[in-house]
């Protein structure tokens, strides 16, 4: 059966330090892959998705996911953290027609 | 733009009160989704409809109905209400049901169950 382990429930990171939230999924078929932001008080909203075209794929304010098939992990990364990244993010794999999400990682910015 | 509208935002029951939890998509979508999420337990499905006339169940459907009434409302009904519905609800929905397909969300109910 399809599922996705987000390691690390809570992240915290200097502003202006790498961001690396870790996803890993276990798909029988060739997987979808999705990360998902959600900003407080919010619905979730796509940052990028992994649909077979490249392996590195980019999304929205500057986040970008690796999609490793030997280690069956699709890593999200930012370069430099930003005060605004502050959310929560989830990994998600597609299953047929359903979404199947991670537990989520919290963000946490300091100064 | 409006995309996915849910109703209402907050609601508050007593143990065993009905109630139905609305949702509409202004996107032309042919998949319309039912989750709820808990502290570290990330998004669950309840249900979702893969297109009008169709409704399936997700991976926590127990306690819980659905109905898609047309292309763009899916509601979601509690018949009697437990605490272990405490939860916040997100209604979502899809231009297909493919795989690969783009969720866009709703802001959330939050609902408590006393």
């Known amino acids: ?111 | 733009n409006a995309g996915v509208t849910q109703t209402p935002k907050f609601q508050v029951l007593k143990t065993g009160q009905s109630m139905t939890l609305q949702c509409a998509q202004d996107m032309n979508h042919n998949s319309m989704y039912w989750y709820r999420q808990d502290p570290g337990m990330g998004l669950r499905l309840i249900y979702y409809s893969a297109s009008e006339g169709t409704t399936d169940k997700g991976e926590v459907p127990n306690g819980y109905n659905v109905s898609r009434l047309n292309k763009r409302e899916f509601s979601l009904r509690l018949e009697s209400a437990a605490p272990s519905q405490t939860s916040v609800y997100f209604c979502a929905s899809s231009e297909g049901n493919g795989g690969g397909e783009k969720l866009f969300f709703g802001s959330g109910t939050q609902l408590s169950v006393l």
């Open chain 1, 1 to 111: 059966a399809q599922s996705v382990t987000q390691l690390g429930s809570h992240v915290s990171v200097s502003e202006g330090a790498l961001v690396l939230l870790r996803c890993n999924y276990s798909s029988s078929v060739p997987p979808y892959l999705f990360w998902y932001v959600q900003y407080p008080n919010q619905g979730l909203q796509l940052l990028l998705k992994y649909t077979s075209a490249a392996t590195l794929v980019k999304g929205i304010n500057g986040f970008e996911a690796e999609f490793k098939k030997s280690e069956t992990s699709f890593h999200l990364t930012k370069p430099s953290a930003h005060m605004s990244d502050a959310a929560e993010y989830f990994c998600a794999v597609s299953v047929r027609d359903k979404l199947i999400f991670g537990a989520g990682t919290r963000l946490a910015v300091h100064p």
